[in-house]
Nanobody, 119 residues
């Protein structure tokens, strides 16, 4: 099972930017579909963005379209989330998630990184 470690969270003012990174410890990273989720206090975890195994297809939740960009570097076993024009409602713990098909879906979650948008 792949281990996922997020980094890059922090405190940013409204309108600012952050880039989250997720490092994966697996030799078959390119076989994983990767996602970013987030969870704000009192809310359920919600899907933010998804990227396909080779990075050729991405999708976004409506609430981040045009502001966030997901990308990956399979040579470095990394997935990223560039977040621009951040809003206070983007405040949440952001989680990296990976899925790999091995007869059944194998899933892994990172420990999360806190993003706080506040003036």
């Amino acid at each position: 099972q792949v281990q996922l470690v997020e980094s890059g969270g922090g405190l940013v003012q409204p309108g600012g930017s952050l880039r989250l990174s997720c490092a994966a410890s697996t030799s078959i990273f390119s076989n994983y579909n990767m996602d970013w989720y987030r969870q704000a206090p009192g809310n359920r975890r919600e899907l933010v963005a998804t990227i396909s195994m080779r990075g050729t297809s991405t999708s976004y939740a409506d609430f981040v379209k045009g502001r966030f960009t997901i990308s990956r570097d399979n040579a470095k076993n990394m997935v990223y989330l560039q977040m621009n024009d951040l809003k206070p409602e983007d405040t949440a713990v952001y989680y990296c998630h990976g899925q790999f098909w091995a007869g059944t879906w194998q899933e892994s979650w990172g420990q999360g990184t806190q993003v706080t948008v506040s003036s």
